[in-house]
């Protein structure tokens, strides 16, 4: 992150990155929206704004990444346990495969949205 900043344009950045509306963070900032234009013409706040937006991107991945293992883990306990009837283990797999069925790998999709979020940033003006 950029320290030619100062601390509105910083908070600025994060909060963008986070996909609050640029009118919402000149209100909270004090300031007008056209300021945050400008400041978005700014080299290095472009760049910061960029860094900031692919960890957050970086955070939902992994925190998607997170709720499928735990997700996967509890599905496997159920169908582990001896004591749940064959037909519950049953409608619990097919309705697990049902949701998965022709999804994306979830590291695929990740690496699609931060690629197509790179290939924006360079066509906005």
């Known amino acids: 992150m950029s320290t030619k900043l100062n601390e509105k344009q910083l908070i600025a950045v994060h909060l963008l990155a986070s996909g609050v509306k640029a009118s919402i963070i000149a209100n909270q900032l004090g300031m007008r929206e ?3 234009s400008r400041w978005r013409q ?9 860094e900031a937006t692919e960890a957050v991107l970086r955070e939902i991945d992994e925190t ?13 306990e159920a ?3 001896k ?4 037909f519950k283990k049953a409608n619990l797999a097919l309705r697990y495969m049902s949701l998965i069925r022709g999804k994306d790998d979830i590291t695929q999709k990740s690496s699609h949205n931060l690629f197509k979020h790179a290939e924006l940033d360079r066509f906005r003006i």
Do not use: M, R, Y
């Open 42 to 50: 700014i080299d290095e706040f472009k760049e910061a704004l960029e």
């Open 83 to 86: 004591e749940l009837d064959l």
């Open 79 to 81: 169908l582990n346990n």
């Open 64 to 76: 998607h990444k997170n709720l499928l293992i735990s997700s996967q883990d509890v599905i496997n």
């Open 34 to 36: 056209e300021t945050l």
